[in-house]
């Protein structure tokens, strides 16, 4: 690894100097990229940052024009604090909430909810939305990272309940450029960042990117990462404009289960309380202790590509088509559950908790892993095609922009695997695990075909009705068809087809909003938004399914068995802006969410019950400020609150009706973080010091509120040294109180630790 990396560095630079020398006669003749920008996002990252048209919004006009909020957290800011993967984007974001669970899948939450959309330069990945998490790869050529809050189905399309987390990558310029990144940190962490632009001919620009990350883990969760873009534009006249990009990484990660914690109160042979439930066995070291199997692994392999053309018919009027293409590759396997050695009688265990009134005595050392495994494999095509123009009626201005989305998605996953050997019965001791016990043989018993076609039409339009009042309507008409195939297997053949269910789903959604300017550059707004998601659930005969009034149910003749997840949220907000000193962004919601979906348990009988019982509310606010008094100090920060409760909530066997008011899970109420940066405004030698915070406080594991994660603040530095603006030597210390703390747990009972305090060294270089 250490040698791919170090020889990527030599070949870039040799193919920078080849480029420099190319360019060196061509740069009179450069593309007029102001041309290409079209919307001017006044955002708190950086001020009248120009966002290329895969941006979200559809149409050229400002985001302090919007009645939305949206967070932009820019390239410069990933690098300065060593942000390089979305897991740590709350360090300067608030309202949203990654998670990494299951090995090196990356849950989401966006003011308190699932539902959240993921989108590389405007494509979707839609397995994020399959399993409500995905696995997601180091950044490699990152412009941006675009954060859309609340419903907003009318922008992208169905699943966005939550919210849209957008992707942005550097694009091809003619002004020859190179950027390299070397890192080593905590773990034997090295970390490799690359990149050069330039032009190829007079019509043609480049950009590629490499980033190579190799680190041993936290808790020894070693990782491989391998990522690769390129993007070229190609423009054969004033009207046109092609540009490709394409994305390929290898990811292999050495999974982490988590840490058991106690799943009900434990007693001693006296009767006396050791442990209450969420307890983790005392003496546990949350750093060294690896309960994996040798061969646990996460494997993900991708490859994309981006196609966009766009045209020119006038001054006012522009066609735009984005055609896109995916496949991954990915195979599973991870010790994903323990299970404590238990008895009926005290004889061999000294321990026990109750089931029900019935005492069932315990090993409260020795566990027995539970492996899962999976392989699949993904095919997506998309392509969106819009026109975007202006026009006048009655003497007011419109925005506007009619659009046209498909997408096709393939998944083929093996799954159900039948396990033998020695590592499926050995018990082992929490303190003195044992990495191999014995081969560990699996067999998969049934392949999953699905097959999802979505098409849809939209409508965006900003409405100029005057200089201080503005309207915006956007509107989209949803199609979904879902089929779905179980079929039997032993292990990769199959033996027994199974029935292909279709499930379809309609929907209008929209988002509505009014703007006022009551100052220059200030706006209060308010606005109205709706959202749908397509339950993906379909008729098995291991589960049990309750309706959204208790009752049992069965699935019908086309498997479908529950009506599409609503959201609708209420804004109001605030965009401000004071010269370049102060940039505030203030909002508030309220976003109601029904027909949701949860698994409520297991009967009786052992079988696990699954109900559409009742809705949601999130209800809070959020603010991000950026204040710059002076050139040598800059502050920004920012805090959300966020109340996600259970409302209306049907009564079953299962589930009791007593969870209304819960929390949502991993979904704290208070969430803030802030940086200050201090610099001594040199151009030759410029010093740099940021000192940082994040903080969450209390959140839960379950809907039931048994299980939570403590409130947890974190302090950061980042500290840098820049010459001639060429040259940077960067320390970043995170966790730098090396807090314990955890926000995501796997089967909820498995506390999964964040990272120590880590330190990270990095030599920059910019051309």
């Avoid at 050229?60 to 967070?71: I, W």
């Amino acid at each position: 690894m250490r040698k791919k990396i170090f020889l990527c560095l030599f070949f870039s630079t040799c193919l920078f100097a080849f480029v420099h020398g190319q360019t060196d006669s061509e740069n009179n003749l450069k593309f007029d990229e102001e041309k290409d920008t079209v919307i001017h996002l006044e955002e708190h990252v950086v001020v009248g940052r120009h966002i290329r048209k895969t941006s979200l919004l559809k149409l050229p006009v400002a985001l302090s024009e919007m009645p939305l909020t949206m967070s932009v957290v820019e390239g410069r800011v990933l690098s300065d604090l060593n942000i390089t993967d979305l897991l740590n984007i709350n360090k300067t974001t608030t309202g949203i909430r990654v998670m990494n669970n299951y090995g090196g899948f990356h849950m989401f939450r966006t003011r308190g909810l699932n539902g959240v959309v993921l989108l590389s330069n405007g494509i979707r990945d839609e397995r994020s939305e399959f399993y409500s998490c995905a696995p997601t790869s180091s950044f490699v050529g990152v412009n941006r990272i675009e954060v859309l809050k609340g419903p907003s189905s009318a922008m992208i399309g169905h699943s966005a309940i939550g919210g849209i987390i957008n992707i942005i990558y550097n694009q091809p310029s003619a002004t020859a450029s190179m950027d390299a990144r070397l890192a080593f940190g905590s773990w034997n962490t090295y970390t490799a960042q690359l990149g050069a632009s330039g032009s190829l001919s007079s019509k043609v620009n480049f950009r590629i990117d490499y980033t190579g990350i190799q680190s041993d883990g936290w808790r020894k969760n070693d990782k491989k990462s391998h990522n690769i873009y390129l993007a070229l534009d190609f423009r054969p006249n004033i009207r046109n404009k092609f540009s490709f990009s394409a994305i390929a990484y290898d990811n292999r990660v050495h999974t982490d289960p988590g840490i058991p914690r106690f799943f009900n109160d434990i007693y001693d042979e006296s009767g006396k309380k050791i442990y209450s439930i969420g307890d983790i066995p005392e003496g546990v070291d949350l750093k060294k202790t690896n309960l994996t199997y040798v061969d646990d692994h996460l494997n993900d392999k991708h490859l994309s590509t981006t196609n966009i053309w766009e045209h020119t018919f006038s001054d006012q009027w522009k066609l735009r088509n984005i055609f896109g293409l995916s496949y991954n590759t990915l195979s599973y396997l991870q010790s994903e559950e323990f299970s404590h050695l238990t008895s009926k009688t005290s004889g061999r265990y000294k321990h026990y908790y109750l089931n029900g009134k019935e005492k069932r005595y315990i090993s409260i050392d020795s566990i027995i892993r539970e492996p899962f495994h999976f392989d699949y494999d993904n095919y997506y095509i998309g392509n969106q095609i819009e026109i975007q123009g202006s026009l006048d009626t009655w003497g007011i201005n419109h925005l506007v922009s009619f659009g046209h989305d498909f997408s096709y998605m393939y998944l083929q996953r093996w799954q159900g695997s039948n396990f033998s050997g020695p590592a499926t019965t050995t018990a082992m001791s929490i303190y003195h695990p044992i990495a191999n016990p014995g081969y560990l043989e699996a067999k998969f018993t049934n392949r999953v075909n699905v097959k999802e076609y979505y098409h849809s039409l939209s409508l965006f339009d900003q409405v100029a009705l005057n200089k201080r009042w503005s309207v915006m309507l956007a509107l989209r008409y949803n199609l979904f068809r879902r089929k779905v195939k179980n079929n039997k297997t032993n292990h990769r053949t199959v033996t027994e087809e199974g029935i292909e269910y279709i499930l379809p789903d309609n929907a209008l959604t929209y988002k509505f909003g009014l703007i006022y300017e009551f100052a220059a550059n200030n706006r209060i707004y308010a606005s109205v938004s709706n959202s749908f998601r397509p339950i993906r659930t379909i008729g098995d005969k291991s589960y049990i399914y309750v309706d959204n009034k208790g009752n049992i149910i069965e699935p019908g003749s086309t498997g479908k068995i529950y009506a599409p997840e609503r959201g609708m949220q209420y804004e109001i907000g605030l965009h401000s802006k004071i010269n370049d000193v102060f940039l505030l962004e203030l909002s508030a919601f309220h976003i109601r969410k029904t027909n949701i979906v949860q698994k409520l348990g297991k009967n009786t009988e052992g079988k696990s019950v699954i109900g559409q019982v009742g809705t949601v509310n999130s209800d809070g606010f959020e603010t991000e400020v950026t204040y710059s008094p002076v050139t040598y100090l800059s502050l920004r920060g920012g805090y959300a609150f966020t109340t996600s409760r259970v409302g209306e909530y049907s009564s079953t066997s299962i589930s009791k009706s007593e969870m209304k008011g819960n929390y949502l899970p991993y979904s704290p109420v208070h969430t803030a973080f802030g940086w200050i940066f201090f610099n001594n405004n040199s151009i030759k030698h410029l010093f740099r010091l940021g000192i940082g915070f994040d903080y969450s406080s209390k959140s839960y594991a379950d809907l039931a509120n048994e299980m939570w994660f403590n409130p947890a603040f974190v302090g950061n530095i980042m500290v840098s040294y820049r010459y001639n603006k060429n040259w940077t030597l960067q320390l970043n210390i995170d966790n730098i109180f090396d807090k314990r703390y955890a926000k995501a747990a796997e089967n909820t009972i498995q506390w999964l630790p964040e990272p120590g305090r880590n330190i990270t060294l990095s030599a920059i270089f910019h051309l």
